[in-house]
């Protein structure tokens, strides 16, 4: 039987799968069915044509069943979930359906439902419920100093593939098996999650950890130097018989340089219809693959992005962000997200101005922020370029941060006002605070509840870095050496312990009240809540949930969910007019889990500010590294991430998250600045209690810098002192540093101020106050 009499019986499997093969994926189809049959013959040298040719049929004709089955799958998730989210937008949005698309993808301060319960959000709990877990289990069992040592990558990597392939261990250390085995646990949970979402993963034999390849080292070295090196390498399995190795890794080099395996999505094959597709991305089998763990680590070690357990980490990362994106979005991320932009553009139709504005936002604003939860900004386009601005930004923040602890210490009243804005008062949550400063490293127990809740810390990872910039095209070696820099100098310290308390903070406050109704709350917690999609109904099962005893305290965690029953999660879709089956009650298992820990991971970067991808997007504006733009952006907003987060969450936060009403669609909202000061909901105390606290310890980090000079500290009844006190506070910020001229928090005067320390020389600030008092949209749009 030759492969073109095995088109029928493919073409037969494919009808009684409800889906007939077109024109173009028929001729696709024989060329594969060729291969396939050339494959089993060079395997099985006693295999004729007509029977290789039967079972090649066979083969392609159940996964053609698969393939249907899928696709009729995907297109059910895919419509539900275009359907909610232009059901959210029409129905909480519908006055400003610009700020409800920019919640729906990175969040906004509006005090709406589900304000915060973005894809970005979803992204972020889910990637550090995975990363948190899993150094919470090496840390319980004793085996963090193994990893981190990086000796035991190879044994790790060898362990990875035997267990995969069900070989003996033996010659191999206790330690790396055990870490092997935990590695798995996380990533077998990570996939089940995909899977879930839409994607098709299957457990592949001798799976090592997600492959990172650094398109920078790859192209350092050239195609001819890389093809040399790592086909040696390689399984047999990766080429099929009879095709071309050169041309096959050629065009896999190619994919790789480009970087495209950074985004989020991309892709469309067969099975898996929409314009790049991410659940078929992330269902797709390795093109490369290794003989063995060994092999996998050689490679690793020569155009990995890192060390093994940089790999692992972040490989959870990445199937974070996949599954976050496809659970908000479906499995055709951004073909689902464009056909819901047309659905609502179409309801302003008989609005002109309306839909001149949404066309201009759908074009501009909302690109910027859907390029960050797809990672394009992530995506470099010139390696070497971007690799070298990116380590000569490192060296300057090694040169200027020296002393950002003592600054850091304007970070306790930030906090406070965060649960000021939960409902706690301001000077207790300022005590907590300062108790857990002082007790240092949290017990046991309380580290395990942190994990629960998708909070770890960065001495482990070593990610501080991010809070003061938003560059990550950095260098191996440099963003080791910047990690060790804020290790030395204290401030990964403070930023793990004030995080941790805070985040302790919140889930103890949940657990205080969940003696209370949902109306006999707090105003100020139930409004938070609800900006996390947390409804009475929620509120009822979650305040049902056995909480965690840690420290004489209680804290709601989301391990208590599993105890909900399921006629309560049945109860609750019934009230919603959702559908009830066993399916449905574990998707809402899962939402609560995720409102939960959406909550403590977004309000934790709220207390102590963190730059989200709202914050990137906004320095970034949609541009990818290694352009003059792009470039020029990254060298400007050096050192403006904490500064913009600033103005962004705790500024914004007290204007814009107590009430305040937008103008109608398409009017201009810059002078909305001083009328969400009017509204009435507490916005001038706020705002007013911030600076306070702020300027006076400003004033006490300023003291303590003098006192390191072994200078006098500024006399206190100087006006001047008090106005460089609101700006190292951050009462000012950067537009304080235009106003007064003063040296700002991180060391640097006006023109560095606004233009970082690289570019000294450009003068952009003025041009941003200007159009904030003059009105403008997308100046008042950062602090929404």
């Not at 995080?499 to 707090?522: E, F, I, P, Q, V």
Request: hydrophobic residues 40%; proline residues 3%.
């Amino acid at each position: 039987m030759a492969a073109l009499d095995c088109i029928d019986t493919i073409q037969a499997a494919a009808k009684a799968a409800g889906r007939e093969l077109n024109e173009e994926e028929m001729v696709e189809l024989v060329g594969d069915l060729q291969a396939r049959i050339k494959q089993l013959q060079a395997t099985d040298g006693m295999l004729g044509l007509e029977e290789a040719a039967m079972r090649a049929a066979d083969e392609m004709g159940n996964q053609v069943k698969l393939a249907a089955v899928i696709e009729k799958r995907n297109a059910l998730l895919n419509a539900r979930r275009r359907a909610e989210l232009v059901g959210y937008i029409r129905s909480t949005w519908s006055d400003r359906p610009d700020l409800g698309l920019e919640s729906f993808l990175v969040g906004t301060n509006v005090a709406r439902a589900g304000a915060r319960r973005s894809v970005a959000a979803e992204q972020k709990q889910l990637s550090q419920a995975y990363i948190a877990g899993f150094l919470n289990d090496i840390e319980k069992e004793g085996l963090l100093p193994f990893l981190t040592r990086g000796d035991l990558d190879q044994d790790i990597a060898d362990s990875l593939w035997r267990i995969g392939m069900d070989k003996p261990l033996d010659g191999l250390s206790k330690e790396a098996v055990s870490i092997a085995k935990i590695m798995q646990k996380y990533q077998e949970a990570a996939r089940i999650d995909a899977n879930r979402a839409g994607a098709f993963i299957r457990k592949l034999p001798g799976y090592v950890v997600r492959q990172s390849h650094d398109p920078y080292k790859l192209q350092r070295a050239g195609f001819k130097q890389w093809r040399d090196e790592i086909l040696p390498l390689l399984d047999e399995r990766t080429f099929e018989a009879g095709s071309d190795v050169d041309g096959f890794l050629l065009a896999t080099y190619n994919g790789l340089v480009s970087g495209v395996h950074l985004k989020v999505s991309t892709g469309q094959p067969n099975g898996f219809k929409g314009p790049r597709n991410l659940a078929k991305k992330v269902s797709a089998e390795r093109v490369l693959h290794f003989k063995d763990g060994l092999a996998w680590n050689q490679y690793n070690k020569v155009y990995g992005t890192g060390s093994l357990r940089e790999a692992f980490l972040g490989g959870l990362d990445r199937s974070g962000d996949s599954t976050g994106m496809m659970r908000r979005l479906g499995t055709n991320p951004e073909s689902n997200w464009n056909a819901a932009l047309d659905e609502l553009q179409l309801d302003l139709k008989n609005d002109p101005e309306g839909l001149r504005k949404f066309q201009q936002d759908r074009n501009g604003l909302l690109k910027t922020r859907f390029s960050e939860i797809d990672g394009t900004s992530r995506m470099a386009v010139n390696h070497v370029g971007a690799r070298v601005a990116s380590n000569l930004r490192a060296w300057q923040s090694m040169a200027k941060l020296g002393g950002a602890v003592i600054s850091a210490v304007t970070d306790l009243p930030v906090a406070a006002s965060e649960m000021r804005y939960q409902g706690k008062g301001m000077l207790s949550s300022m005590g907590t605070l300062i108790g857990g400063m002082v007790k240092g490293k949290k017990p046991a127990e309380q580290r395990e509840i942190l994990s629960t809740l998708g909070v770890f810390f960065d001495s482990v990872r070593g990610e501080v870095v991010s809070k003061f910039s938003a560059d990550d095209t950095l260098g191996g070696k440099m963003s080791r050496a910047q990690q060790l820099f804020f290790k030395l100098n204290g401030l990964t310290w403070w930023t793990d312990t004030m995080r941790s308390t805070a985040a302790l903070m919140m889930s103890h406050h949940l657990a205080y009240n969940r003696s209370l109704d949902w109306d006999k709350m707090n105003p100020d917690l139930q409004r938070t809540l609800e900006l996390f999609d947390i409804d009475a109904g929620k509120w009822d099962m979650l305040r049902s949930t056995p909480s965690k005893e840690a420290d004489g305290r209680e804290y709601m965690t989301t391990q208590g969910i599993d105890s909900i029953p399921e006629e309560d999660l049945a109860g609750y879709l019934t009230s919603k007019g959702r559908t009830v089956n066993d399916a449905a009650i574990g998707e809402l298992r899962e939402e609560l889990r995720g409102s939960l820990r959406s909550y403590i991971t977004d309000r934790s970067s709220y207390a102590v500010i963190e730059p989200d991808a709202r914050t990137r997007a906004i320095m970034r504006r949609g541009t990818q590294p290694g352009t003059v733009a792009g470039e020029l952006l990254r060298f400007v907003g050096q050192f403006k991430a904490f500064p913009v987060a600033v103005l962004q969450k705790s500024i914004g936060r007290e204007l814009y998250g107590r009430g305040y009403e937008p103008s109608a669609y398409g009017a201009n909202v810059g002078k909305e600045l001083m009328q969400a000061m009017r509204s009435g909901n507490g916005e001038k105390l706020g705002v007013a209690q911030l600076m306070l606290w702020t300027t006076l310890f400003g004033y006490g980090a300023m003291s303590l810098k003098d006192i390191v000079k072994g200078r006098e500290p500024r006399p206190a009844d100087d006006p001047k002192t008090w106005v460089a006190a609101m700006l190292q506070g951050g009462a000012l910020g950067l537009y304080g540093d235009f106003l007064f001229g003063e040296a700002n928090r991180f060391g640097g005067g006006l023109t560095q101020s606004l233009s970082g320390p690289t570019l000294g020389l450009i003068d952009g600030g003025y041009d941003l106050l200007a159009r904030l008092r003059d009105g403008d949209d997308t100046a008042a749009a950062s602090f929404r």
